[in-house]
Structures are given as C-alpha cells and as structure tokens.
C-alpha cells in the first residue's frame, strides 16, 4: 500500500458544481495536511494547510482532516474554469526539514 | 505570502554539458530546500533535501555526483545537473519552507530542461 493515495482522474465538472477531492494515507504520524494546485508547466501553488485534524475554509475552498480514518478532502465551491489544474495533496510527519509525502495528483476540468 | 524564485524557467542544452538551476527565498530565509523531479503527468519525485551550510542529502536513486546541490545561504539553493544526457529532460522543482515553526512548503516554478 502506498503511503498516499489520490485518485489521478480525470475528473470532469461543469462551472458552478462543487468539487470534492480526497486522498487517504497510511501513515498515522502525518499531522500537515497540505493541498496544492498546479497549472500546466508551472509550480505547485499551495491552496490549504491544515495541521492535525479539523476542516478550514478560505474562500471558495475547504479543507478536511479525519487523522481517525486517515481519510483527506478538498472540497471547492461554485467552481470556475480558472479552477481547472492538477490538485496534489501532500502530508508529513513534522516540518522543518522534514519532506512532504505528495499523492499523485488529481486532475481537474471546469466546463463553461 | 512566501515566494520562492526559481531560474532559469526553460533551458534546452546540448548533450554533456552542464546546467546550473537557481533556487531563490525571496521573502524569508530557509535552512532548508527541497529539489523535486517531475515526468509528464506524474506527481512530484524527491531528489534530494539542501541543507544550508551542509551537504545536500539524496533519495535512493539519485546521483549525488550528477546533480549537485550547493545551498550557500539562507536564501539561495543551487542544482547543476553535470554531463546531462536526453534522459535528465524533465521539470525541476525546488521548494523552501520558512524557518517559522510549522511553515508550509512554497515552490518555485520550475524549470524544464530539454537535453538534445
């Protein structure tokens, strides 16, 4: 089993859905919870950053932790064609100089 | 919010010859950085960790004596992939994270190498 599992898809939504994204994880030390977005031909973008368990919300984006079902979601709202990218989730144990665990990556189309 | 500069964007070289990449905190200081490798539609692939100050650590795999990693300040990480081959054409990607406790990880924007 993979330490981070994330359904590549394609995942395919007309604008205005809401969109839910999710991995789930085996490694029960995990405590950072991050979520990325990434366009064509460029660097993740850091969206969310979650540290243990609990949801957080920043616009049109939420995040979820369940650190009891090892279980993560990014979820976004009223989606737009701009949303449309590659979303990786990514974890670790500890920060500093401690990397990230990244999951493959879902990858996300908006329709107009 | 943090931003991590990252040159040169694009670079195609020749078969054998060496290429430099930059790796710029602009805003904050980072002990550490992370170079990552990514193949078309693939996730993200740790090369290796850059320690300020210290030698780089690398992932099972990759070759220390290939890509070469120097981090000689809290804001500037170097990797100089040496002798390149068609093989080593990818997306390069560093990352930093700030020194403030339970920072988040920012990247650059990559640069995609091109060997002919």
């Known amino acids: 089993q993979k330490e981070v599992e994330q359904d590549p898809g394609p995942l395919s939504v007309p604008e205005g859905a809401i969109v839910s994204l999710n991995c789930t994880y085996s490694n029960s030390a995990f405590q950072y919870f991050m979520w990325y977005r990434q366009y064509s031909r460029k660097g993740p973008e850091l969206l969310m950053y979650t540290y243990s368990s609990g949801n957080k919300e920043d616009g049109r984006f939420t995040a979820q932790v369940d650190k009891s079902s090892k279980y993560i979601s990014l979820f976004i709202r009223d989606s737009q064609p701009s949303d449309s990218a590659t979303y990786l989730c990514?974890?670790?144990?500890?920060?500093?100089?401690?990397?990230?665990?990244f999951g493959k990556g879902t990858r996300l189309s908006v329709i107009a | 919010g943090a931003v991590v500069s990252q040159h040169p964007s694009r670079v195609i070289c020749k078969s054998g010859t060496s290429v430099k990449i930059e790796c710029r905190s602009l805003d904050f200081q980072a002990t550490t950085m992370f170079w990552y490798r990514q193949f078309p539609k693939k996730s993200l692939m740790l090369m290796a960790t850059?320690?300020?100050?210290?030698?780089?650590?690398?992932e099972q795999g990759v070759e220390k004596d290939k890509f070469l990693i120097n981090h000689a300040s809290l804001t500037l990480s170097t990797l100089t992939v040496t002798s390149a081959h068609p093989e080593d054409s990818s997306f390069y990607i560093c990352?930093?994270?700030?020194?403030?406790?339970?920072?988040?990880?920012?990247f650059g924007n990559g640069t995609r190498l091109t060997v002919t």
């Open positions: 990514a974890m670790s144990a500890g920060s500093g100089n401690t990397p990230l665990v």
């Open positions: 990352s930093a994270r700030d020194t403030g406790y339970n920072s988040p990880l920012h």
């Open positions: 850059s320690n300020e100050g210290s030698k780089a650590t690398y």
